[in-house]
């Protein structure tokens, strides 16, 4: 836009009033953003990347165990090598892969499940709803860990039983907000109108609700991958997660606990095995802060006092 | 009949209608198991008829509802079955009844549970009042911190940072628990003080949050304000005004979180190797040893069920604005 030197209503009137783009809104959006939010998106996107690049990152294979067992730190083993001789630097790269990607198809499977089930009751609101919500009080009067359990005893320790498992488990919350702020909308005239229409069920789902309740579902599903992302790394450190010799950081520190009894004679040592376990916290409090920040910006919440 | 006993039933009914639910769900997993699991059990070389006799003696020959019948009335009175493990293909049964199993580590995770709980209710009780009344000083700020950070990170980390510090370095507690019977109550406690302190550390920061919540959306209320103006002093404020008004969301909290140390005793036990039905669990899932995780899972959902069933009873006595649905 030229700066014009006089004033003129007719000049103002015929400009046409240029939209900020949307990448420019998100920038402008990031720019007010507290420096909590930013150190979380950064670290996400660091995990991101590390997960993405791992090969090409990690000095050696994850199952590779042609080196002597329990190395210590440095000399080509950055972070030394584990209980069979695997180097635990690489071993460490693989299962942010690894941890990252079944948490996250997890929660993504388990907001299709739950979010369209969801959907599809609150839009209804007859006897499906009914099944399905009381299914869902039953489900969740389960402590989860434990179902899970019980589930992984019966159908075994498969990548993709465990995948399935926690999403069904876990699709019960998503189904009740989904509901819940689903059912504000689906009173809406512009619901009804399209339902006269003669619009199918997914085309109002899609097209009318959901982009209304987005923001809380989005806030959700950073929420829901990290306790997601806990739940698998705290079944893999029982040992009955992800198995070996997949890479994955509940498992790893399982393994080298023992080292940590050794925390007087080598404190390096007895440090690696909490590496992991302190990946998986990082990750947690980065996905919560801008979470945090992202409800607080869509909501128009004020702080809480 | 007077509205609050009516909810109250009504409540309960609710309650056993879950626990019948989830008893039908615990019983269905064995229903759910492969065909051919009997061979899986009993090992490659068992005969048919060792396998047929083991099927007739879980009752597969029998149908779903009278199994589900036998198998409640079994549990009523104690009765879980046998452990899958000690059985061989020659038929030789060594088995161990589900029961002589649970029975001694049941004591060990409830006395773990206790002792937790005993420290941890009154301390995050105290701390959710005390930041109430001191918020925004760097008391509450501290608190805050340190309670974000506990909630954040897994039980097993927590569990390995203090093993670290107060069994490595500094050998302060032992790092296994691995208590016995016949230990006196003193060995018991110091043996199970870092486990202890563990789910402490991870449910006090829950509890306290929420307790603090919990007055302070109270004190934005307008009676509290007419009772400052009228000069009462904020420490009265806050525990003759606030406080009667904040049991039932506390009392929630509570139990909730008494359920969540049910839950969360699993990965500790595991962490400190502590005889517990946790530990029990976890074993059994990786053998396959269905009757002995139908055993433990029914005891945590049932205690989990029960807790939350008891928070919802107080907040209904405790809360008159309840029994008055708009």
């Known amino acids: ?305 | 009949m007077h509205p609050i006993v009516r909810t109250v039933i009504q409540r309960l009914l609710m309650g056993l209608f879950t626990l019948f639910v989830v008893s039908l769900i615990i019983f269905s997993s064995i229903e759910l198991l492969p065909g051919d699991f009997g061979e899986a059990v009993l090992g490659q070389a068992a005969t048919e008829e060792t396998v047929t006799a083991f099927r007739r003696e879980l009752g597969l020959d029998q149908p779903a509802y009278t199994r589900y019948f036998q198998w409640v009335a079994g549990v009523v009175q104690g009765d879980f079955g046998t452990s899958f493990s000690g059985r061989a293909a020659s038929g030789i049964d060594r088995s161990r009844d589900v029961v002589d199993l649970i029975a001694p580590r049941l004591e060990n995770t409830l006395f773990l549970a206790v002792m937790t709980a005993l420290i941890a209710v009154p301390l995050a009780l105290f701390l959710g009042i005390t930041t109430a009344l001191y918020r925004n000083t760097i008391y509450d700020r501290v608190v805050n911190a340190f309670t974000l950070t506990t909630i954040a990170t897994p039980e097993f980390f927590v569990a390995y940072i203090l093993i670290l510090f107060f069994a490595s370095l500094y050998q302060v507690f032992p790092s296994l628990a691995n208590i016995e019977q016949s230990m006196s109550f003193g060995e018991k406690i110091y043996r199970s003080a870092l486990p202890s302190l563990t789910l402490t550390l991870v449910i006090v920061a829950h509890m306290m949050r929420m307790t603090r919540a919990a007055i302070i959306n109270l004190l934005a209320s307008p009676y509290i304000e007419m009772a400052r103006l009228k000069g009462v002093s904020s420490r009265r404020v806050i525990l003759k005004h606030a406080l009667p008004n904040a049991w039932a969301p506390i009392a929630t909290v509570i139990a909730f979180n008494l359920a969540y140390l049910v839950v969360g005793v699993v990965v500790v036990e595991v962490v400190f190797v502590y005889p517990g039905i946790g530990q029990l669990m976890v074993d059994a899932v990786r053998t396959r040893d269905i009757p002995v995780v139908q055993a433990c899972a029914l005891f945590f959902a049932g205690t989990y069920i029960i807790l939350n069933l008891v928070a919802d009873i107080i907040g209904i006595i405790t809360n008159p604005r309840l029994l008055h649905p708009r």
């Open chain 1, 1 to 305: 836009m030229s700066e014009t030197e006089t004033y003129s209503a007719t000049a103002e009137v015929a400009q046409v009033r240029q939209r900020t783009s949307r990448g420019k809104r998100i920038w402008i959006d990031l720019k007010k953003a507290p420096i909590s939010a930013w150190f979380g998106l950064i670290v996400i996107s660091i995990y991101g990347l590390v997960a993405v690049f791992a090969p090409l990152l990690a000095p050696y294979d994850q199952a590779d165990t042609s080196f002597g067992a329990y190395l210590p730190w440095g000399d080509g083993h950055l972070l030394g090598t584990d209980q069979i001789g695997r180097d635990f630097f690489s071993r460490l790269i693989y299962g942010a892969r690894n941890t990252i990607g079944i948490a996250l198809a997890t929660t993504l499977l388990s907001f299709l499940v739950g979010g369209s089930l969801g959907l599809m009751a609150a839009i209804s609101r007859n006897w499906i709803d009914q099944v399905l919500s009381r299914l869902v009080d039953v489900l969740m009067a389960i402590p989860s860990l434990i179902f899970a359990l019980m589930l992984l005893s019966i159908f075994g320790s498969t990548t993709w039983g465990l995948i399935v498992i926690i999403a069904i488990l876990d699709s019960t919350r998503v189904f009740r907000l989904t509901r819940a702020v689903s059912l504000n909308v689906v009173v809406m005239d512009y619901v009804e109108v399209a339902q006269l229409r003669g619009e199918k069920l997914g085309w109002v789902m899609r097209r009318e609700i959901l982009p209304n309740i987005l923001p809380p579902l989005i806030a959700e599903f950073g929420l829901r991958f990290s306790f997601v992302f806990l739940t698998i790394a705290a079944l893999s450190f029982l040992g009955v997660g992800i198995q070996p010799p997949t890479a994955d950081w509940g498992s790893m520190v399982r393994e080298n606990a023992s080292l940590i009894q050794f925390a007087k004679y080598d404190i390096l040592g007895a440090i690696t095995p909490l590496l992991p376990a302190a990946a998986i916290a990082l990750l947690t409090v980065a996905v919560n802060f801008v979470v945090d920040w992202f409800l607080h910006k869509t909501s128009g919440l004020k702080d809480e006092h």
